[in-house]
């Protein structure tokens, strides 16, 4: 159980380009998504939460406009880089939590900005 | 929001058992102490969580001392897969505010 699933796994665009990353609990439902970055060798950065039909709490230095962030459902949560550029390029990774439950954490998106 | 501390890098070898400590000072009455692991280009993946005093699954222990302001990570018997790095969380999981902040981790190294 607590499956979360992460979309794509891999993305190559050039700059400019607007990407969405999706994040989905497929078997429970998540009360608050979360959103990291990691860069090589460290720690995930904590970028925003969300909780379902909220609007998302941005880290300090994270811009809201830059990296839009959608709860729709219980189940859905979306990042969207918009006009991505070579510095956006990075691991970025979503996690869920159900209710009183732990965070279960996708595989990561590798997004590379030419 | 409590603030973890863990020691950067273990080494170990096959077979033995691996201890990592964790502390958290400032941990809230709420908070619940919860361990992952990740591999290189994977998103962390959950071993145990806990409250208070031991927990135990298959594949870990983690021990809370009662004044809860550190934990230990207990994993038995490792092998060369158990190189990863692992991280100590502290959170409230029972608000919809309760945000995560990642530690630096420890980083194992299981050897041969």
Known sequence: ?????????????????????????????????????QFPK????????????????YEQGVEKDKFL??????TLSTLTVTSAHPEDSSFYI????????????????????? | LAKTTQPISMDSYEGQEVNITCSHNNIATNDYITWYQQFPSQGPRFIIQGYKTKVTNEVASLFIPADRKSSTLSLPRVSLSDTA????LVVDINTNAGKSTFGDGTTLTVKP
């Open chain 1, 69 to 74: 962030i959608n709860h729709a459902s219980l």
């Open chain 1, 42 to 57: 460290k720690s995930l950065m904590l970028m925003a939460t969300s909780n379902e039909g909220s609007k998302a709490t």
């Open chain 1, 1 to 37: 159980g607590a499956v979360v699933s992460q979309h794509p796994s891999r993305v190559i665009c050039k700059s400019g380009t607007s990407v969405k990353i999706e994040c989905r609990s497929l078997d429970f439902q998540a009360t608050t998504m979360f959103w990291y970055r």
């Open chain 2, 85 to 88: 790095v692992y991280y100590c």
């Open chain 1, 94 to 114: 979503c996690s869920a939590r159900g209710s009183n439950q732990p965070q279960h954490f996708g595989d990561g998106t590798r997004l590379s900005i030419l």
